[in-house]
């Protein structure tokens, strides 16, 4: 068996040892799911990707694993992988921007690629718009869970929802970034939360910001997929702009730009911009993009016998 080229790229950020680690298996003709498990479980960063020949009319499909287990879709690791095709596999020469389809389990999603020095730059991908499919009346469990006051919660008067763009989410609102930062999980119960809930990941977060510029600053949790907390979601981001937009924490317009910052409190600073186009007076969504900046932040191979 042929040893496995790999990259690592740092997402969601603009500086190395920022956001979110991923790692890109280039060539992944001839590896069966489970020696992808087994490399992703052995990479440790919350996905890995695999590179295969396209299926269904994209330029390459793309399998995701987390260290536990397979996804359908997840936003980092699209962004990333997107930008590790332009930046190692294709060799840009004078080209300093692409756009690459790539095919997942919840269909072709296209990315924006722009090069900046080489190593970094910028990549957005269009998501699926997100569907409001439930939510989590148990606020005393949920805030137990997160080692909050129900009142925490309770206080925003928002809804806790459960979101699906492909991958679903339990988008949770605090009403403080201080009650956001002491955020100590019990994997347990949020991993049983989330089963109930029927989403993979579960997110907490306030309006309330460390930097100025931003609109959101969150947490993410996804213990029962492998990955106790999560620097940068991109999957999680998406649904969060529908939320906003929904509910009117962001002012009515044709497309909404907004800024959510994750990761701090893993000193794994990340920013995530987000876009999302929808009806001013109906807040219908009609569409939604999530990007950052990356970084390449290494190169190996793992021997397999």
């Known amino acids: 068996m042929k040893n496995a080229r790999y990259v690592i790229a740092d997402v969601f950020t603009e500086r190395q040892f920022g956001g979110n680690q991923l790692a890109v298996f280039i ?61 190692d596999r294709l060799k840009p020469g004078n080209r300093d921007s692409i756009s690459i389809t790539l095919e997942t389990v919840v269909g072709l999603l296209p990315v924006d690629v722009s090069l900046g020095d080489g190593r970094s730059g910028h990549a957005t991908m269009t998501q699926p718009i997100p569907k409001v499919i439930g939510g989590f009346d148990d606020l005393e469990r949920l805030a137990k869970a997160l080692s909050l006051e129900s009142s925490d919660i309770a206080s925003t008067g928002l809804p806790v929802e459960a979101i699906n763009n492909g991958i679903a989410v339990l988008i949770v609102p ?109 807040r219908d969504v009609r569409g939604v993009r999530v990007g950052g900046g990356v970084v390449l932040s290494g190169r190996g191979e793992i021997i397999l016998s």
């Open 27 to 87: 060539d992944g003709r001839g590896l069966d799911s489970r020696t992808m498990q087994d490399l992703a479980r052995e990479m440790n960063f919350s996905e890995t990707t695999f590179l295969l020949p396209p299926e269904q009319g994209g330029d390459y499909r793309v399998r995701i694993f987390t260290p536990a287990t397979e996804l359908p879709f997840a936003g980092h690791p699209i962004v990333g992988t997107a930008f590790v095709i332009f930046a």
């Open 174 to 282: 605090v009403g403080s970034l201080a009650a956001v930062e002491k955020i100590k999980i019990d994997s347990g119960a949020i991993a049983s939360i989330a089963r109930e809930a029927g989403v993979v990941t579960v997110m907490a977060f306030t309006t309330e910001t460390v930097q100025s510029e931003s609109t959101a600053h969150c947490r993410v949790y996804a213990p029962g997929a492998g990955v106790g907390e999560d620097p940068a979601t991109g999957s999680a981001n998406g649904p969060l702009g529908f939320y906003m937009v929904r509910h009117g924490l962001v002012e009515p317009a044709p497309i909404n730009r907004i800024i959510s910052e994750q990761g701090f409190e893993m000193n794994r600073p990340s920013i995530l911009h987000i876009e999302v186009a929808s009806d001013p007076e109906t």
